[in-house]
Structures are given as C-alpha cells and as structure tokens.
C-alpha cells in the first residue's frame, strides 16, 4: 500500500447515512481529497470521534476508525498515540460532542498538544438528539429545549482553542472545498494538536445559520482568508481590508483609497501571533468578515514525542527478576 | 557503633512468639518511616510479619491534634502472621494525642511507651486530658515506660551541627533503637538506610544514627523498671526462596509489568488520576518505565479509562487504577471496553464510602459495582486480591484474561492491602508460564469480530497492519461481520455472546479451593479480598476446639469457579464475613439460592480476629 | 366536505373487536404524524388503544433505504388493549423499503396497502428486491391493495396553489384517509388539526384537507377488490371520567408537576443533558414554566444531577432526566445525594446497550446499576412505570419518597413507554393526597443530620434560614452533629442508618397486588415496567385455558414490598419475563431464595404476546 | 442578623486543618474580612466547593457550606442559583479541582455567566493527594507521578477563562490581605461569573514555586498592580511601566525617563479591553511582572437573572387541571 491513493480510495464500503444536503457529505469529500494529496495510507490512518452526526464521520472512511463516546474522542485519541506515535490520528467531533460534554477533554489535549487533527463540525446545534441548541448556539435559538430562546452566550470555538493553549487555531466553511482541503493540509502538517473549525450546515435543524457570510451573493464581502505575511484584505477585488485603530487593540475595516489609507496601512497577517489571532476569531459579521483559515501557528514539541524520549531515556530493557530483588532482601533455606 | 561504656545490663530475654507493637506520634514525627524501618529488620531477624499503617485525613493536621494522629502498627512472630494483630504488646506513644487515641487498643498489662517532654498542657489539652494521665493512675493496668525521649535525644545529638529543628526531628531513631533493643533486633539496616537518604546532609544522617544507637543503648544500659521486660522471637520457619517485604502498590504494579511480559506485549499504558489510597500504584509504575510502561496521569477518571482504551485498540495494554468515587466515573468507559471487546485491566483500590466517604479509610463495598454497575447487561471478570503478596499474582492473573478473552477485568484490592507489608517470596518469574498474544495479521476472511471458537474473544487487529483496517464504535455491531446492526436477532445473539463469553472463563480458572479444613463440615467461612488473613487466624482458633469450619476465599468474584456451588452445599451454614453492608453474600445468595449469612463490619477498619472468632462460635453453639 | 357525486358503495361493514395496523414509508414520508392522527380519531371513536412508534437510529436517512424505515403501529379494540400488538392485520407501505422491513409482521391473509408509483427500479433495489414483488406472487398469502397513492393524491390537490413538494407530500393524509374509511372513523379532527397547523399556509392545509378526503373517499366510492373488507370497531367499555392520549413522556413530566404540588414546593429545577429516548421530558418541561418548573439543558449528565443536587440543597425540587449511558455517569453524583441525604428525582428512560448500543431501540437493562451500580453501600429506592398512564403517578411518587425520606429516587422508564401512548383517564388532580415538606426553621437544637425517628429522614434546612447555618459534603460525618468524622463506631452506625432509611420505606407502600389471578398457584409471572401489558394479557389467555396462573408486576423495586417474598412462596414456580439478560430474577433469588426462572428477550423490540404464551404453556406442561 | 458582622463572626466553630503555614490560612482570613466588609449575612451567603486541600474552606466559614465532589461546584453552584438568586454564592476550588477535572463546568459556568465569586487556589500542585503535578505545574516539575518531570505545557488559568468568555477575570497572592481583599470586592460587586486566581503557596509540596514574584525583596519590581484608567507603572517608587511595542501587539518593559519615555507613553489599563486583559495575563517573570488586580471587568446580564425573566413572563401560576385536558378530551359516561 505505498502507491499514492486517491481519494474514492478512502471511502469506505458502508453506506453513507447523513441526512441528504448536509454539510458533512462535503467536509467527507474535503477530508478524502486532503487524505490522497498527503499521500496518506489507509493502514497507519485512524479516525477517532465522539457521538454526534458529524461523529458518524470514520465509518465513512477506509482507514482505521473509532466511533467512541460522547465527548471522550481527545482522550481517546490520547491513549492511540501514547500506544503508537507513528499512527497519524485524526479527531473528528462536534460543537456538543466536543465543547459541550467534552469540553474538558478538549482543553486537556490541546494544552498537552499530542500531535492529531481534531476538526470540530460547528452546526450550533445537536444534530443527532433533533435539534437541541448548544454551546456555540447564538442566545435566543428556539429549540425544543429552549422553546423561548436559549439564554446563555455561546462559546467561540477558536477562543476557547486558543486560551486553551492551543498551537494551531484554523477555521474553514464545509462547502467551500479548496479552502478547507488547504486548512487541513496545513493541519497535517502542524506537528502538535491542529484545531480546525469547520462551519457546517445541519438542513434539518439549523439551515443557514451561517448564511451570513457563506451565501453565495455574500461570500466575498463577509470572508476574510488570512495568509501569513499577507496584509489582512477582503471583498471582491479586494477592496478592503483591516487595520489597527491607532494606540488601541482593535481592528476596524477600511477602503484603500479611502481617507488617503494605502496597502502599507492595512494589517499584515502574523500566524505566529496569539494575540492577532485572538482579535481575528472574535470578527464578526456583518460590521466585520467573518476570518477564515490558519488564524494561528505556533509550533512546539508534540506530547507523545516527549514521552518517547524520556521513555529513551529510561534505558535499556528493565530486567524483571531484579526489579523484584531491588531494595533488602534476604534468603530463607 | 553503639556508643560503649557504660556496663551492659544482662537483661534476661523471655522467648515470645508473637509480638504486636505500634508507633504513634504526629503526622510531622515520622511514625511511618518509623515503623517501616522496624519491619525492615523484622523481616531480616526472619519472622513473619504484617503491617497497618493507619494515616490521617489531612495532610499535615496541627501539632498536638488527636486527628493528626499518624500510627505504624507490626505484627511479627515466631509462627504464621497473617494479620496485623488485635492487640498491642507495645504503644510508642510520642504525645498525649497518640496516648489518648490508641490506648484501649493496648492489651491489659501491654507495655505503654511515651515522651514526658511531649506530655505539657497545651498538648494534654489539645488530646482532651483534663489531668495528666501520667500521674493520675489512668494507665495503671499498663506497664508505663516514660522516657524523656526528647532530652535524651537532645543529649545523643548534640555534637552534631544541625539544626534544633532536625536534632527534634531525631526522637524517632532514639524511640526505633529503644524497640530494636527491646526485642532484640539489628540496627545495621536502619544505619544504611539513613546514611544513604541523607547522603547529601551528612550531618543529620550521623546524628539520626546517633539517636538511634542512644535509644537502643538506653534499653540496654539504663536501669529500667524490673516490668519492662526484654524478648526475643525465634524465625519463622518459610519456604526456601529469596525474601523481601512488599506492599499490595508495589505488587500490584510489579504484577502488571509481569502480566505484560507474559503476554509478550511491547508496552504498557497506564493511565490515571490520582486517589487515595490508589495512587501508588501511578506513583510506582511511573518509575519503571523501562519495562515498558508508560503514565499517563490524565485530566480525569474518564479521560484515563479512556486513554487505557485507546491504547489497548492501538495494540497496547491498557490499564487504569482508581478508587470507588473514580471506578464510578469509569462506568460509561467500561462500557464502550465491553461493546467493543477491548483488554484492559481496571484497578480499584477500595476505600470507605458512599461518596468522598473516609479516603483514608479501608472497605470492601463496591463489589457490587464492580460485578454489577452499569448500564445495560455488561459482563466482564472480577477478581480480587488476598494479601499484599497475592496482589502479584492477581494482577497477573487480570492481564491474561483481559488479553484472552478481549475484555475489561475488574481488580479489587483495598486501602488495607495497598499501604499493607509483609514478607514475600521473590517468585521465579522465568518459570511462570507465558500467555502471548497473538494479534491478528491475516487479511483474508478478516472482520473484527471474528471469534475463537473456544474463548469467543475477538480478533485482535491492531491499527497499522495493511489489509485490516476496520472500524469499531459503542453500537451494536453484527455478529458476522462487525457493521453497525439494529437487527432485533443479532442484538440478542450479541447480547448472549458477550456473557457466553464472560461466562465461559470459569472453564478457565482453578477450581475453588478450601484454604483451610475439610470441604465440608458445619460451617464454612467464606470471603474474598483483604480479609483474608484475619479470616484465616479465627477459623484456625475455632477448629483448634475441634470444629469442622473452613475458610474458604473467593479470588474469582466473576464468574464464580464452576465448582463453588457444589462445594458450599457441602456445608450446614455458610458465614460470609464482608468489610461492607453484605455484598457477596447476596451474589452467592442469588447465584446458588443457599442461605448464606453475612457477618458485616463497615468501621473502616480491618477485622478483628477475636471477633471473628465469637461470631463463627456463635453459629456453631 | 367529502367529495360528492359518485355513487358511495355501501359496504357490508364486519364488526371487529381488534384491529393492528401499521403505517411505514420514508423518514420525510410522515409516518409518525400519520400514526397519531388515527391514534387521535380511534380515541376519540371511544377504543381502547395502544401504539408503538418506531424511528429510525438515522435523522434523515437517504429516501427509500431500509434503514431509512420509519413505522407508526396502533392497536385497538371495543375490549382492553394492553399492548401494541403481535400482528399487523394491515400494513401500509409507502414505498418498496417499508413493505421489506415490515411485511413479516403481518398475519397471513393480513391487508398489505402499497403506493406503486414508489416501486420504481431504484426503490426496488435499495430496498433489496430483485423483482417486484407486487408482481412476482411473493405476496400471494396476504390482501393486496396496490394503489397509485401518488398520482390520486396529485390529482386531489390539483387544485391548490402548492409546490410539487408539498404536493407530493400530501400522500401520507391520502393514506390516512383510506384508512379512516376502512376502520369507519371520523376525519374532522385531523381536519381541525391540518388547519391549525398550517394556520400560516392556508392553501397547504386545504390541500392536505383534499387529500385526506380523496383517500377517504376512494374507499367509499371506488371498486375496491371484494377481498378488501370495511369494519367497524365498537367502543370500549372504560371507566367513566375525562379521557386523553397520553405518552410515557408526556405522563412523567406531569407528574413530576403533580409531585411538586403535592410536595407544596415553589420550584423544580429540571436539569438534564439531552439523550434518545428522554430528552423528551426536557423538552415537556420546557414549556411548562409557569408551573414553577426552571429547566436546565446542562454541559453533561454530571453537571445535571449536579445542579439538580444544588437545587435541592437550596430548597427547590432538584430532578434530572436520562438514558443508560447518561445514568453511568450520574454515578458519582448520585453517591454525593446519598451521603447528604439530599431529595432528588432521576429519570432513568432505558435503552438498549451497552455502551452506545441501539439509542432507539427499548430495553430493561438498567436494573442492576439502579439498585446496586454504585461504589461504597449506597442504597436508595427504585420504582418503575408498567405503562405511559402509570407513569404520572410513579413520578408522582418518586417526588414522595425524595422529599420524605430525604433520599434520592431512581424511576426507571424506557424507549417503548417514552414514545407510546395509550387512553388515559384524567386524574382529579385536587383529590390527589399532599405531602407537604415542611423546611426546618427552629435553630433550637438544630443540626444538619437531625432525624425524624420514624423515617429516619433528616432535616431538610433552606439556605436563606437565620440561625441554622451549617455545611454538608460527601466526607463522612458525625451522626449527632454532622460534623466531619473518621470514627470507626460512627461510620458503622451511618451506614446502618443509611440502608436502615431506605428499608424502611417498605413500610411506607402498599403491599405487593396480584394484577391477575389468584395471590397462590401453579406458576407466578413477575415482570416490571413496560411489559405490563404482554404479561398481563398473556396471562389472561392462558388462564382462559383453566390453568393457575397469575401475573405479578412489581413498581417498588427497591426496597421491595414487604409481602412479596411471602406471596411468591405460594406459587411452585416463578417465571420472570424480562427484557434483559436476567436482573430482577437475579434480586428476588437473593432476596428469598426460591428458584425464580428467568424468561429473557433482548432484541430491542418489546414481548410479543404469543411468545409468552407458549413459554408459560411450557412451563405448565 | 441585620447588624453587620466582624471577620470573626463568619469563623465556624470547626478547627482549621490545613498543614501550618498553608496560604490557605491567608486566603480564609482575607475571604472573612471582605465578608465583613461588604456587609454579608451567614444565612444569605453560601460556600461551595469541589474536593482538595483548598475545597475544604466551606468548614471554616460560619455561612452556608457545601464541599460537593471533585470538580463538580460549578454545576451545584448553578444548581443552588437557579433554586433560589437570592443567595449570595461563593466557589472555592482548586487549580486540580477547577482545571483538571473541573475544567468543563468550569468553562460553562464562566460563559453562562452564571452571578458566582469563583476563586481559584493555584497553588500549582495536587496537594490532597500528596503531591502530584497539576495542569497549572510548570513543564519539567518533579512529582510522585512524574519523577522524570512533567511534560505537558501548563494552563494559564486567565487566559483560559476569558477564552472561556468570563467577564470578570482577576488575579491576587493568598498573603497579600489588602490587595486580596480589593480584588474579593470587586468580585463581589461584579454581577455575574467572577473569576480570581489566587496564587496559594504549598508548604509542604511546592513550596516557595511563587517566590520568583512574592518574595519581599522583590515583590515590588516583579508585581505589576493594575488599576483601570491607571497608566500601567511598577516597583518600587513605580520608575518602570509597559507600553506597546509600536505597531505591533506586543508589550515592552520600558523605565521613564529613559529613552526620552514619559507617563504619556506608558499604556493605560483598560479593564474593559479582553485583548489587553490577555496580553496582562501571558506576562511571565523575571522579564515581565506579574499582573495582579482586576485585569478584565465587563458586566453583563447574569445567567440566572434572564432565568427569572422567562419564568416571570411565563405568567400566572400554572393551572394543573387545565394542563391535563389541555389537548383532545373525550368523556366516558
Ligand atoms: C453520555 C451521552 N450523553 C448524551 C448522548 C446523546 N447525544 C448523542 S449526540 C449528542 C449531541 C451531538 O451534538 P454535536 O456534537 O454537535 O453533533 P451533531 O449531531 O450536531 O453533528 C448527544 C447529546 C450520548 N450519546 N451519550
Ligand atoms: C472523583 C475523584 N477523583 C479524584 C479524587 C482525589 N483528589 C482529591 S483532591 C484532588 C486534587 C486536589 O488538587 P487541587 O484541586 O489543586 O487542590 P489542593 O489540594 O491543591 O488545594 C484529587 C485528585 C477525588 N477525591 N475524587
Ligand atoms: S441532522 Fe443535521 S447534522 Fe445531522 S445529518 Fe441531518 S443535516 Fe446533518
Ligand atoms: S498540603 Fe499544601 S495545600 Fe494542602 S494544606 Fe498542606 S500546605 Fe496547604
Ligand atoms: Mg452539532
Ligand atoms: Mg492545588
């Protein structure tokens, strides 16, 4: 299995179960092609996930997989690589598998930074239970919990990523399929916990929800794709883009042209910077884009690649027959 | 390196065969090292012995408290010793809290060793004295040695350049040489101990010695009262072997590493979150990662059952270990490790509940978590450990059913048993049969619940291997061919399969013996756990007036050895003695409707062979 | 507002006392919807009835696929129906994938009612078929109706100014109508309910009005095939009083209301976390605020029973909702209430498992964990619901005991008694006994775990109340002051007070009544929950036959009535039909050692009535 | 009990059982004084605490108490709100009981905003249990559990909860009273979730591990104490401030009158700005202070006040016999 595969070559043989028209069948798709275009193979490939739609996810892809429990996956996924670092693990969870229940495990995983992807499908809802709001639910869903709106303010995935400890904070649109095969690509690469936010349309239970920035006719004025090194500019044609507002740590769009503001004006994109990142995670359309791609990559060593060295470290094979001798003995005949 | 002179008394030394001794003081006055190092060179003088460490709730309690009161206690003998004893031939009480919390368990006549320095109001108060019972004649039924331990601790380390602080700290040496003399055991042990813990300080470690060899040379020189007497306990007569003492914790996780070599598996993951009294076990294994194991100390209880998982569907053993709250954070793990037919070996140090309950506290109550606490019908093996030592062979024992039959096994050892030590014999782990594993590597005819006609355990496919990538979850999968499946047949065929499966390791384990007496008779006394020793010294009491009672001790907890039923209907009654409200007395009740009788004590505390005793008495009047 | 002019048929009408039917198409094919409306008309025509609804595990699986199956089944009758039924005696199948997953269940020579314009090759094939099978004669033992739903349905709406879509999803009310017709019901409630539900698209609710009508009056118009028969189903002979539909959730959530009352208490706080099958009761409650009901959608299932805990602590009815896997990890939580003896209600809606399992399939297999799946001694009472009427009042009980005894309560529901519904007579909920709490107020003598001597309960004291300041947790505490305490004697004296407390609720119920048949016999069928019904008419048929059977079903599970072992001593066997692998019969083994016989189904369906027929027939034999 | 209460009155009559020298002592005593400070009743206020060393507080404390189970005050605390917002709620917890396996209530609680004074006892290690590492252990700490040193990246406990969306976060050292005592009150006043870090010094398994910055000798030039609308100025006679590195999102020590630095220069706390407050919370010493005191404060509808919103405007007592025949009816004569 070392000739490269194509993508139709990790789709397993079981029937995809999705509600037709969901935004999962694209991000399957997105995670397929990126799978083929890093050469990946089937055998040292595992997708682990909690409970959920989206964590319906492995059975759907030929490698190796583990529909856990709700919530559990980080933990999970922790336990794969601290048996066998050379398995290239992929999280797949959702905005209530994975910030509601399994909040925790999630902060947990990225502080300790083990080297996996986790793409968080954020439908803001719970999808398998029927529609229940969530934590990134905006305040006041109507759901059948919350017959007359859900008080408490959502959380944001990629500022809970990032005050976390989180070293690669990446966010991208499920139907928007080169941009998001990019943010994974990049999260492959990212050695270390990748945490990739992904907008997805549940039809059933919370259709359009992101349509504020992902409708087509929108698309280009309410999306901001950050580049590193690259000024932060948006809109068709590029027309605009952001800066600081002088002496203050905030941002606020302009127009080129506008009020004598030149390219040189605008902010330059910086990965390696929490900060920078924090404030682009937090835009919110419409009076900003909505920021897409690696909002922030910082790397450093991954968990299990410390432990196997002080396992390295530890020596030799232990015999046995001393340990058990090691300390006073003493000898009965 | 005794400090000479003085005219050595010849103390005339009376042979005993037992001996029950503790030390008690502050949790600051290292009463545990203590006694620690008085069992060190018990077990070097060649006696059997048992131990009980008995710590307080809080970490460092006020000086002076009756709750920061910290005891060592050693049963040592001539003969078998199997429990840490009921009653004290010696109290080393170094204040008045210790006196006043340990006292009536100090035999009529016992020997009561104290501190008079320790002994001023402000402490006489804190312990609840309204007068000094030093003077009042409160410990007249006693043989009162007090000492001012303090002074003449003082007095040994003066020449040495430490602080007041640390020469204070010395009274314990001076209080273990004085115990040593008294029964007439080395101090070289201790000597090394000390020099090598204090290598860097030099200084304390000689004046430590110092105090040590002045307390002993107290015993041997000063004129002491005609009633303190001097002893000597013969060896115990063990099996030829190599010896150490060992702690249920050290056995426990020197089993597992054993267990990983017999199943000839690369690695280990041991995950886990601290608890009392299971953390040891973490602690320990955390050292040993040469053998092949890695630690894990996870966010969570959940997160560590569910890392173990993880390792273990990656090719791992996975392991995790707590303690009943922590267990009953497992449940929902343990039910995915059933579901999905995974190994993994789940250690509960059992300590007294409901809830935080007494941490500290030792228990035998969450046997029927363990057999019967989860969702759904989820069967899985249970065993439990006896002894400190057996806590190896137990653990073992868990690793080979866990990888046989591909299922999570519940291990049940307690606070007793994971701070207890006693001798043990260094077992030949060359000669202990192995149990590999053999994973599964043929693609053909592959699916990943394909089943060993014989075990019904599933293949074993580790992520890695071409040609077996599969996927497996928490739903219901079909029986031929490991798909998700709402079939109403396959769900009752899994369902059956699983506790076929589960059922089916009593075809596997030995047959269950009668650990002491005949396989029949008026009386059986049955238990399982930590209560073995003192289960064992009462029946042996009992049948020494000519009763036909057995002990017999349940390891195997689930499935019950197929023979068990048989047996217990060989015998009148059944007593079934339980440090809980009555657990495996309902299991048996239930599994071979026979009236057993439950004999329950849930005080925290290990039971007394005296009170065994009576109760079994009782039933045979 | 029948379509006029053809000449109406007049169809000898045969009288029938039972009828099954089944609706089963698409997810999006509104079968559950269509089920209820016949549920309501069959009601409302004065039958007796009971039904079972049947969705898949997927949201919206891709159209026409097996798994993608979702069935509405209803049975009623002029003489009592206890159950859904064993048989279909018309099935209606929407496309090709229904009429496969179904068409087992029904009665040779049963009525099979098809859309053909769904038998289209690509249905044919996802649905498995090789050939047609409403050609090839595979149908030849059961009544074809093949009809073209599709295009009449289009033709009826014609008319209305309606998408293609919604058109085309007018055919379930075609059905519908047909149906009406063949069982001589009523429309105009359907017709009340379309126009309220479409109040905001008029020309939808005409069109589906047109289409139920079109259906309605195929039947009375067209030449249908002599062997397709018309009936009439009289009314039941019911109690007299208010009637409704009731499903197990609806009755829960009620009756937690009706708890609350009785209790006198302001508010409940509801927290859960959503789960298949309870979130229902979450989402009931929901709306109900202006009851005093605050409910609390909580990150997990442990922060839920940990609000619900705090609530509680704070004075206010704490209750929390869920399934098996939800229960697990509600373990730990549920300790924490019975060491503060706190009042709590948790809602435990069974599913099959382990682990993940089959989330909509039901099932009985959370026994053991609620009796017993706890570490430590931990009891606490268990009831459970035989049917979706009962299920007010055991919520209403549950609220009883909680508050009385200070203690939590686990009510055991499932899946089938969750989604099903069934005549309910409407309590007078202002004849209903209260059970007022009474809060402490007086700090004369005051403290925290002060008891009532003959509950054992203790005080209940509100945060907010001048002068009875105090603090509780999970470490072990004194019995006659609270406080924190390690003593031995104590712990031993809580944990007898404990068990003793929930013993003694035994004193408080009725005693165990025989639902059926005589209190002494040959053969005593004992269930609990949802099986009521299959029990109870299996029972009955076999009694017909003249043998003595009788069937107990048993609501307080623990502890148990105080009768019950006596009156199980009078039969010479026990049979214990469960949907388990055996867990009550496991309790009442142990309970009073007589050989209870397990009759197990775990396939995630509920009894089929002629099961246990010929099961107790065999046991009779 | 209206005649307000000294510091003593709201000791409880049980011995205090932390090991001599703890900072715990020096917290329950600051706790005692803000009580009485801000004029609290035994019977209205209420202590809730998870398990370890620090959740023992509630004993000592002569309100009302509840030591729960580990990790879980968050979700009881809500609990005890959502019965009855009258109560004036206190959570005591630990960085294992409110990091570790408390994480995730805790996010939840911080995000919903529920009116709670949160205080966490950081004391960098698991002192109940006897010394293992925690997740606020500095990488490489020694411990029973890792004799080799822990490897896993601390985490920040601000920075996680303004990633968590608090809207009160603080931050103070257990034996500094006057200090604590301020930043308590505040978090008093603040309606809704307040968050405050107390640096707590263990003295039996960490001890001195804050030293760096609370040692007297250098307290003052390694403690930064910030105060809104203050230029933000430390040590001793305050010669040294921070400032922005021009155009970038980055701070810098810089000492007035140095470099032609003024007043006008040095940057002014905002305690409004989260970025700001999360920049203040990633300073490290010895190149940076520790930013102590209020570093973010921006109130909002507490969680528990839009409950009883909804419940209000759900109107008049509930009528049971009309709930029941709410719906279709038939009668049976
Ligand atoms: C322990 C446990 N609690 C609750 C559930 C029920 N449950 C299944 S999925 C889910 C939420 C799923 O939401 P999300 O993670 O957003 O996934 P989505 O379906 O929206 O893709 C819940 C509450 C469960 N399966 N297990
Ligand atoms: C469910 C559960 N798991 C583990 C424990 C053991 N335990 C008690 S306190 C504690 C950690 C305490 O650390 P921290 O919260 O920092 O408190 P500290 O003692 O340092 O003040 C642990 C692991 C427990 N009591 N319950
Ligand atoms: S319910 Fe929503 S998220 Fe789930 S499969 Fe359907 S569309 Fe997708
Ligand atoms: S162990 Fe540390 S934190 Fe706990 S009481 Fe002692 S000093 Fe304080
Ligand atoms: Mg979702
Ligand atoms: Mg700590």
Redesign the interface.
């Known amino acids: 299995m070392t000739a490269t595969l194509a993508p139709k070559d990790f789709a397993s043989d079981q029937e995809v179960r999705w509600c037709p028209g969901c935004g999962d069948y694209a991000i399957l798709k997105a995670v397929q092609k990126t799978l083929a275009d890093v050469g990946a193979t089937t055998e040292r490939t595992v997708f682990v996930s909690g409970i959920g739609c989206s964590s319906r996810f492995p059975y759907y892809v030929a490698t190796y997989g583990f529909h856990t429990i709700h919530g559990r996956a980080p933990a999970v996924a922790t336990g794969v690589k601290l048996a066998n670092p050379e398995l290239d693990v992929w999280l797949v969870t959702g905005d209530g598998d994975g910030l509601s229940i399994g909040g925790n495990h999630l902060l947990h995983v990225l502080r300790r930074n083990v080297d996996l992807q986790i793409i968080l499908f954020n439908n803001e809802i719970y999808g398998l239970t029927k529609g229940q709001y969530s934590p990134t639910s905006r305040r006041g869903t109507h759901s059948p919990s919350t017959p007359s709106g859900s008080l408490d303010s959502p959380v944001s995935p990629c500022a809970f990523a990032l005050g976390a400890g989180g070293r690669f904070v990446a966010r991208a649109v499920d139907t928007q399929q080169a941009p998001l095969v990019d943010v994974l690509k990049r999260a492959h690469a990212h050695h270390g916990a990748s945490f990739v936010e992904v907008f997805q349309n549940c039809v059933v239970y919370n259709d359009g929800v992101f349509d504020a920035f992902t409708e087509k006719s929108v698309a280009a004025e309410q999306q901001l794709h950050v580049v590193h090194g690259q000024p932060l500019r948006f809109g068709k044609d590029q027309p605009r883009g952001l800066r600081v507002v002088p002496g203050k740590f905030e941002l606020e769009v302009v127009t080129l042209g506008e009020r004598g503001i030149s390219e040189a004006d605008l902010l330059v994109h910086d990965e390696t910077n929490r900060t920078l990142a924090s404030l682009l995670a937090a835009l919110q359309p419409p009076a900003f884009p909505m920021a897409l791609g690696v909002l922030y990559c910082d790397p450093t060593t991954p968990y299990e690649r410390d432990v196997e060295a002080q396992m390295a470290a530890a020596g030799p094979k232990g015999e046995l027959t001393e340990l058990l001798k090691k300390g006073r003995t003493w000898q009965v005949s | 390196m005794a400090t000479a002179s003085p005219p050595v008394r010849q103390v005339p030394r009376e042979e005993r065969e037992q001996a029950v001794i503790r030390f008690a003081g502050d949790s600051g006055d290292g009463m545990q090292i203590t006694g620690s190092q008085f069992t060190?060179e018990t077990?070097?003088a060649?006696n059997d012995l048992a131990t009980f460490p008995d710590y307080p709730?809080?970490?460092?309690?006020?000086?002076g408290?009756t709750?920061g009161v910290s005891a060592f206690q050693i049963h040592f003998g001539a003969t078998d010793v199997l429990t840490a004893g009921d009653e004290l031939d010696v109290l080393v009480a170094m204040n008045p809290a210790a006196l006043a919390v340990n006292l009536n368990d100090v035999r009529p006549g016992g020997t009561v060793v104290v501190d008079t320095a320790a002994f001023t109001e402000r402490n006489l108060a804190k312990a609840g004295y309204e007068k000094n019972p030093l003077d009042d004649g409160s410990l007249a039924s006693y043989q009162v040695l007090a000492v001012d331990i303090t002074r003449l601790t003082g007095e040994a380390v003066k020449g040495f350049a430490i602080t007041s602080r640390d020469a204070h700290r010395c009274r314990n040496m001076w209080a273990l040489g004085l115990m040593l003399w008294m029964y007439d055991r080395e101090r070289q042990?201790t000597i090394d101990w000390l020099t090598r813990k204090f290598s860097g300080e030099p200084e304390i470690a000689r004046a430590n010695v110092a105090a040590l060899n002045a307390g002993h040379a107290f015993g041997e020189t000063a004129e002491l009262p005609n009633h303190i007497g001097a002893f000597t306990v013969a060896p115990h007569q063990?099996?030829?072997?190599?010896?150490?003492?060992v702690s249920g914790t050290e056995a426990i996780a020197?089993g597992l590493?054993?267990g990983l070599?017999a199943a000839q598996l690369r690695?280990m993951?041991f995950?886990s979150?601290?608890?009392?009294p299971a953390?040891g076990i973490?602690?320990t294994l955390?050292?040993?990662?040469?053998?092949?194991v890695?630690?894990?100390?996870?966010?969570?209880?959940?997160?560590?059952i569910?890392?173990?998982?993880?390792?273990?569907?990656?090719?791992?053993l996975?392991v995790t270990s707590s303690?009943?709250?922590g267990?009953?954070?497992k449940?929902?793990?343990l039910?995915?490790a059933?579901?999905?037919e995974l190994p993994l070996v789940v250690i509960d140090s059992?300590r007294?509940?409901?809830?935080?309950?007494?941490p500290?506290?030792t228990?035998q109550?969450?046997l029927?978590?363990a057999v019967?606490?989860?969702?759904?019908?989820?069967p899985l093996p249970v065993i439990a450990a006896a002894t400190p030592g057996d806590c190896f062979e137990v653990a073992r024992e868990a690793v080979r059913l866990a990888t046989r039959y591909m299922t999570p096994v519940i291990v049940l050892s307690d606070g007793y048993l994971a701070n207890a030590a006693e001798p043990w014999?260094?077992?030949e782990?060359?000669s202990l049969p192995d149990f590999p594993v053999r994973f599964r590597a043929d693609p053909q005819g592959f699916h990943p619940f394909l089943r060993d006609p014989t075990t019904l355990a599933r293949v074993w496919a580790?992520?890695?291997?071409?040609?077996?990538?599969?996927?497996?979850?928490?739903?219901?999968r079909a029986y031929d061919s490991g798909?998700?499946s709402?079939d109403?047949?396959n769900?009752?065929q899994m369902?059956?399969t699983?506790?076929a499966k589960i059922a089916g390791i009593a075809k596997d384990i030995p047959l269950q013996a009668v650990s002491l007496g005949e396989p029949a008779g008026a009386l059986a006394v049955v238990g399982w756990g930590s209560t073995y020793g003192a289960l064992h010294q009462a029946v042996k009491q009992v049948r020494a007036q000519g009763h036909a009672v057995s002990h017999i001790h349940i390891r195997y907890l689930a499935p019950f050895p197929r023979n068990l039923g048989d047996l217990l209907r060989r015998f009148e009654h059944v007593l079934v003695p339980e440090l809980?409200?009555g657990q495996l007395v309902?299991?048996l009740?239930?599994a071979y409707?026979?009236?057993a009788e439950g004999l329950n004590?849930?005080?925290?505390?290990p039971f007394k062979v005296s009170r065994l005793v009576s109760a079994i008495e009782e039933r045979l009047a």
């Open positions: 060190l077990a070097l060649g709730a809080e970490i460092r309690a006020p000086a408290t709750f042990a063990s099996t030829p072997g190599t010896y150490r003492t020197w590493i054993a070599r690695r993951v995950a979150y601290p608890i009392t953390s973490l602690h955390a050292g040993l990662k040469s053998f092949g890695v630690t894990f100390q996870a966010e969570d209880e959940i997160a560590a569910c890392a173990a998982i993880g390792a273990s569907y990656a090719g791992a996975g303690s009943g709250p267990i009953a954070l449940t929902e793990g039910g995915l059933i579901a999905t059992q007294a509940g409901p809830s935080t309950g007494m500290t506290k228990e109550s969450d029927f978590q019967l606490g989860r969702n759904a019908d989820a014999r260094i077992p782990v060359a580790r992520p890695g291997t071409p040609g077996l990538e599969h996927r497996i979850g928490g739903l219901e798909h998700i709402y109403p047949d769900h009752e369902t059956r699983r506790a809980n409200n309902q299991l009740r239930a409707l026979i009236p004590q849930v005080s925290g505390k």
